[in-house]
Nanobody
Framework: QVQLVESGGGSVQAGGSLRLSCAASIDTYSTYCLGWFRQAPGAERDGVACIDASGNTGFAASVKGRFTISQDQTRHTLYLQMNSLKPEDTAMYYC?????????????????????WGRGTQVTVSS
């Protein structure tokens, strides 16, 4: 069982930055993927970024160049640095984990692949 706890959400103005964290009780000696997803009210859950145990990353086209995903394996923490935020980035942000996964050519797994989910942290961007 993997426990995931997100933090770092909040309210910012457009153009601002936030850094989300996800404390993940994942076995860092295994192969795994960690992902960030977001869901706005009435919308589907969309993938934002992902990273595997080797540090390979992938990003949704809508955030590429603005968001960075990273991990600190010694601290079992996943990060999402979000810069140049836009009102359309407003959503609940979730982190997710799955074992026996690795990234290929920067392509992130679909949300259905992930076995473990956090409860989310709200990000609100005002114009």
């Amino acid at each position: 069982q993997v426990q995931l706890v997100e933090s770092g959400g909040g309210s910012v103005q457009a153009g601002g930055s936030l850094r989300l964290s996800c404390a993940a009780s994942i076995d860092t000696y295994s192969t795994y993927c960690l992902g960030w997803f977001r869901q706005a009210p009435g919308a589907e859950r969309d993938g934002v970024a992902c990273i595997d145990a080797s540090g390979n990353t992938g990003f949704a086209a809508s955030v590429k160049g603005r968001f960075t995903i990273s991990q600190d394996q010694t601290r079992h923490t996943l990060y999402l640095q979000m810069n140049s935020l836009k009102p359309e980035d407003t959503a609940m942000y979730y982190c997710a984990a799955v074992y026996n996964c690795f990234l290929s050519r920067g392509s992130c797994p679909n949300f259905a692949v992930y076995d473990y989910w956090g409860r989310g942290t709200q990000v609100t961007v005002s114009s």
